[in-house]
């Protein structure tokens, strides 16, 4: 892929859904992991727990891609 987005894009539509959640709440909306919690009923340690893996996630898929 040579546009960054559509890579990025592609890369996060393989994470799973809650990662996928968390991650677009946090990073994307600016949610706080309090109101990311909040809107999907799960604790705050889970919110942390599922953005540390998707972002580890995302980081080694787009190395795979050549993106990083």
Not at 21 to 46: D, M, P, Y
């Amino acid at each position: 892929e040579s546009d960054p987005a559509a890579l990025m894009l592609k890369v996060i539509q393989t994470l799973p859904l809650r990662q996928r959640q968390v991650l677009v709440l946090r990073q994307w909306h600016g949610f706080s992991i309090e109101e990311t919690a909040k809107l999907l009923k799960i604790g705050e340690g889970s919110v942390k727990s599922h953005l540390s893996r998707a972002i580890e996630a995302v980081k080694e898929r787009l190395k795979d891609e050549g993106g990083l």
